[in-house]
């Protein structure tokens, strides 16, 4: 039975929508009268055309933007300035019925980015892999491009009984979701300025509620703030005290969880690791932007925010059970500087009748701050004192990092040779071992993507095992952490290096590694 749907789109509160059904998704055909492409809509709408600094409206409109200087003091005056047109980015065409759900083909129509190397011709595939479990993925139909390398789940077939319908405009292409029992659209990226260039991917949606909370990992409240916020996303290593959206910290998670006006909640997941950016606005409404891969998206249904949570992590892996002891009381610092300080204190924990299951050492452990080592003057009697601690029925952990020395004297540090045999570290763009600089001096970086890397880690930590018999590590620096700039060399002058656009990041420049030599690297393995 054929009924007429509405979808709410502010940008677009004059097209028509004709509603044809195809089992679980409905195309829509939009018209806009050319006119009113340009039309001044309400601030709230507008999604920035130029995010990269303040235009003039020749620069505005040779994007193919809107210019309409609407004047305020509320929000960045960029924003009202120059944004996107209801007529813009990509059209769909070859649809087709999948046994998943469907597919189609994304052609480039207006002028596209301003970055770059426009992506002319996109696939769609639309998967609707569990009864609320949502798969949206949009790449190039030419050439294959970085995809985040970890196992998600295979369907193949579709969900028999959906909580969710699915919608689609063909010019200007958005979609949207809905959960069919309340009748509420979870995402509808039919809003304009869909953009996916080789070094600038960028999509837009509305949102149900302003109840959002995730995007880390950032110093912020629980619940996260629209009024025209930019949270940066890129692995950093701040030993501060960062605060606020604007500083991208060590994790990067691009997962929310909305909680709707009814108090369902739903999440979504970007599965792309490139550098990235995300606006929030109060429409309300969010923007990503990142720097490549494609994109990946699912969609989690919950209802409820812990079932939210468990279908996330039914794609991305579940967390790893841990040992029991590891959930008692540790105690740890840096600075003991000494095996008797480190024994003193574990000592006056046991006077002062203070539970402690799990005792700690940080790098000043180290013989010279090399991995793999303990200091044999100032930590001698460490395998002793770790057996007087199992005995007590405690355990011991330390600290490893992923920077392996280079500067050793021939053969006299097996970590690094050992790497060289097995050819498990970084290269440079030459082919070469990138080295950079961490604890011991100029350092070299285990690849976790090669081959052999998990039987190198297994190789090193089982040798220094026995020698002192260590019940977990902590892997820091591992962002992957660099003192300098790209490495000792510096940064190869590539575009993969200086991007056309560059995410918000808080002090770019020193959580810069070689980019080039990862991206390389992914299509070597």
Same mark, same amino acid.
């Given at each position: ?261 009814? +108090?369902?909640?739903?999440? =979504?997941?970007? !599965?792309? @690791? /490139?550098? %990235?950016?995300?606006? #929030?606005?109060?429409? $309300?409404? *969010? ?93 001698? +009697?460490?395998?002793?004192? =770790?057996?007087? !601690?199992? @005995? /007590?029925? %405690?355990?011991?952990? #330390?600290?490893?990092? $992923?920077? *392996? ?103 770019? @420049? ?16």
């Amino acid at each position: 039975m054929k009924s007429l749907v509405l979808l709410l789109i502010p940008l677009i509160v004059t097209s028509i929508f004709n509603y044809t059904s195809g089992g679980n998704f409905d195309r829509f055909t939009t018209s806009v009268p050319p006119s009113l492409a340009c039309s001044v809509f309400p601030v709230a709408s507008r999604f920035d055309c130029y995010p990269e600094g303040t235009p003039d409206q020749k620069s505005c409109e040779m994007r193919g933007c809107c210019w309409n200087p609407a004047p305020s003091t509320d929000v960045e005056l960029t924003v009202f300035l120059c944004y996107y047109p209801t007529e813009f980015g990509y059209r769909l065409t070859d649809v087709q019925v999948t046994n998943v759900g469907f597919s189609g083909i994304l052609h480039l129509q207006t002028a596209g980015g301003s970055y770059g190397d426009d992506v002319k011709i996109l696939t769609l595939d639309v998967k609707m892999e569990t009864e609320r479990r949502l798969h949206v993925k949009i790449y190039d139909a030419v050439k294959k491009r970085y995809e985040v390398p970890i196992p998600t789940p295979v369907v193949t077939a579709k969900a028999s009984f959906p909580s969710y319908k699915t919608a689609y405009t063909e010019y200007p292409f958005g979609f949207s979701i809905t959960r069919i029992d309340s009748g509420t659209v979870l995402f509808n990226s039919s809003v304009g300025g869909f953009i996916f260039e080789d070094q600038f991917i960028q999509l837009s949606s509305l949102l149900p509620s302003l109840n959002l909370y995730g995007l880390g990992e950032h110093v912020s409240p629980l619940k996260l703030d629209f009024n025209w916020k930019t949270l940066p996303l890129f692995a950093r290593d701040d030993y501060g005290a960062p605060q606020g959206l604007q500083h991208n910290l060590y994790g990067v998670h691009p997962f929310y969880l909305n909680v709707e006006e009814d +108090g369902c909640a739903n999440g =979504v997941l970007l !599965l792309n @690791s /490139n550098a %990235m950016e995300i606006v #929030l606005q109060p429409t $309300p409404a *969010i923007t990503y932007r990142t720097l490549g891969g494609i994109l990946d998206f699912y969609f989690f249904m919950g209802p409820s925010p812990d079932e939210v949570i468990q279908q996330y992590t039914e794609v991305i892996g579940r967390p790893h059970m841990p040992p029991y002891w590891a959930l008692g009381f540790h105690l740890s610092r840096y600075g003991y500087n000494s095996l008797n300080a480190t024994a003193s204190a574990v000592q006056r924990m046991r006077e002062a009748g203070i539970p402690q299951d799990v005792q700690w050492n940080d790098i000043d452990a180290m013989d010279n701050l090399l991995d793999f080592t303990y200091d044999p003057k100032r930590f001698g +009697g460490l395998p002793q004192f =770790v057996d007087e !601690l199992h @005995s /007590n029925g %405690m355990r011991y952990l #330390l600290i490893q990092d $992923p920077g *392996i020395s280079n500067s050793q004297p021939a053969g006299s540090y097996p970590p690094y040779y050992d790497g060289i045999e097995m050819d498990v570290f970084v290269k440079n763009a030459s082919g070469l071992p990138l080295v950079g600089k961490v604890w011991p001096g100029t350092t070299v970086f285990p690849d976790f993507f090669h081959p052999s890397a998990e039987d190198y880690w297994e190789k090193q930590l089982r040798t220094f095992h026995n020698k002192v018999a260590f019940d977990g590590l902590l892997m820091d620096m591992n962002e992957v952490d660099n003192f300098v700039n790209g490495s000792v060399d510096g940064c190869p002058n590539s575009t993969l290096e200086y991007p056309p656009y560059t995410p918000r990041l808080h002090d770019s @420049s020193s959580a810069q590694i070689s980019v080039s030599s990862l991206y390389d690297l992914v299509f070597r393995h």
